[in-house]
Structures are given as structure tokens and as C-alpha cells.
């Protein structure tokens, strides 16, 4: 128990329990919704902002934050009304975030010393004000999600239902993808640019194979999530391995395990009227 001495570890399980509880809340909307490349590539283009950060001296969670939230907004409308291929959108604009960034970082003055934290995230060495910042991202994202839980609920699950029973479901996914834009943001201080679109998905990818209720399978995302940031913090304190890539390997040998467990039980255990026989889901990119 040596690791609870240290005031930065106590600080980073702190922030790895908030940042699951919102990951397994977001991330189960983005499995049912099948929305993962969407997620992908708004994690990408907060690179651009990172880097406009570091060239025009400013926080680079700051920078993070708004292109993430463009890149959700763009993702949004131009996949509602444009005649382009979403799919096609979605990869524009994860090379464009991508490119940006590497750009500013190359134009930046001096040694940018700490962006490797943001490519492959470092839990340890967030500094106080981002922590606050986080925690200020989580409680609005929280805010939103119980006030628009089910109306969220029934876009994701039936939006042609839910569309003609009068809900504006553009905007519903609009403000649904920002959301998701928010939670980027939260995580690429845990796992960083690369790894977000895991952490992201694999609780919740998980879950969707115990259960097909919304609640329930955001309760088991935010427990998973909890042991895999812990377990992982741990792992990589005792073996002196950097926390990012430990949590999500922890993540992807349970998720392995999970799916060859399901694989062999299902063989001698009746069908049970899951998720994939009852839900309705819409097709998205």
C-alpha cells in the first residue's frame, strides 16, 4: 500500500474514478449508437488544438476543448444535411486535426517537453488547475445526461420513434456528439490522443454482453472502468510502466477474456432475448 503515501497517486485515482464514472456514462452511449469512429475522430483533431496551444502560449487543454467540440459540431450537421459520405467527414477531419497539430507543435518556440502526456497520457503529472478543469467538464456533462437521459434513450435506441413523437433529434445528436467531445477531453490526460477511442469504448463494449437496459449497462461500464484505472495505476506503479497504455492493456485482456468467456458459456446456455434480438438500432457511421 506504499503507493497511497504519494499525494500525486491518491490525486490520479481521483481522477481515474471521476473520468470512469463519465466514460462508462458517454462511452455506452457511443457503443449503442455505434458512433466509435465518430469518437475516434474527434480525440485526433483535439491534436490540432494541443498544438495551437502550445504555439500561442495557452493551456493545450484549453486548445483541446474547442477543437473538440468543432470537430463534434462539424461531424454533426455536415452528417445531417451535406451530401458527402459521413464516413468520408469523419476521416477529413481526424487527418485535418492531426495535421494542424503537428504544424503548431513544429512552429512552437522551445522544447515542448510535456506533449508526449497528450499523445499517450499521463495520470500522474496532471497539474491542479486541469484537475479542476476536469472535474468542472465532469459535473456539466453529468448535468446534461440526467437532464436529457431519456430523451437521449430513445434517439439512441428508435429515432425514427423518437423523431415522430416530436423530439428534435438533430439536435439531440448534436449536443449528444459534444458530450462525447467533452469526455475526450477528460481522458487524453489519463491515456492520452491515441488510446482515448479505448477506454472509451471497451467498458461499455463489455457490458452490452451482460445486459441490454441503458442503466444498467452504464452502471457496469463506470465499475469496469474503475478497475481497469485502478488496477492499471497500480500495475504501472509497481512496475515502473507508463499508467496509459497499463490501463487500456488491462482494459483489452479483460475485454478478450469477456468475449472467449461468453463464446464458450453460450454453448450451454439457452438464448437469452438480448440487446442485439430486442434493440432497434440505427445505422450510423
Known amino acids: 500500500m506504499d503507493f497511497w503515501l504519494y499525494d500525486f497517486m491518491r490525486q490520479a485515482f481521483l481522477i481515474g474514478v471521476i473520468a470512469s464514472i463519465i466514460c462508462g456514462i458517454i462511452g455506452s452511449y457511443v457503443v449503442v449508437n455505434r458512433i466509435v469512429f465518430i469518437s475516434g475522430s474527434i480525440s485526433h483533431t483535439a491534436y490540432g488544438g494541443i498544438g495551437l496551444g502550445y504555439y500561442l502560449g495557452f493551456s493545450p487543454i484549453i486548445g483541446a476543448t474547442i477543437f ?25 477531419t481526424w487527418a485535418v486535426g492531426m495535421a494542424l497539430g503537428a504544424i503548431f507543435v513544429k512552429l512552437s518556440p522551445g522544447y515542448t517537453a510535456d506533449l508526449m502526456s497528450y499523445l499517450f497520457g499521463n495520470i500522474l503529472t496532471v497539474p491542479r488547475m486541469e484537475m479542476w478543469y476536469i472535474f468542472i467538464l465532469s459535473a456539466i456533462i453529468l448535468g446534461v445526461v440526467f437532464t436529457l437521459y431519456e430523451d437521449f434513450r430513445a434517439v439512441s435506441f428508435d429515432e425514427e420513434f423518437a423523431r415522430v413523437q416530436g423530439l428534435p433529434t438533430s439536435i439531440l445528436n448534436l449536443i449528444l456528439l459534444c458530450l462525447v467531445a467533452l469526455t475526450v477531453v477528460i481522458l487524453i490526460r489519463i491515456v492520452g490522443i491515441i488510446l482515448v477511442i479505448a477506454l472509451l469504448t471497451i467498458p461499455a463494449a463489455i457490458a452490452i454482453q451482460c445486459t441490454s437496459k441503458l442503466h444498467i449497462m452504464m ?67
Open 68 to 92: 473538440s467540440l468543432i470537430a463534434a459540431i462539424i461531424i454533426g450537421m455536415i452528417g445531417q444535411r451535406a451530401e458527402q459520405r459521413p464516413d468520408t467527414v469523419i476521416g477529413i
Open 219 to 285: 452502471g457496469i461500464s463506470i465499475i469496469l472502468g474503475i478497475c481497469f484505472t485502478t488496477g492499471g495505476l497500480i500495475i504501472s506503479f509497481f512496475l515502473d510502466l507508463p499508467s496509459g497504455a497499463v490501463i487500456i492493456m488491462v482494459a483489452a485482456l479483460t475485454f478478450i477474456l469477456a468475449v472467449g468467456g461468453n463464446c464458450i458459456f453460450s454453448k450451454y446456455r439457452a438464448p437469452r432475448p438480448g440487446y442485439k434480438q430486442n434493440a432497434k438500432i440505427k445505422s450510423r457511421p
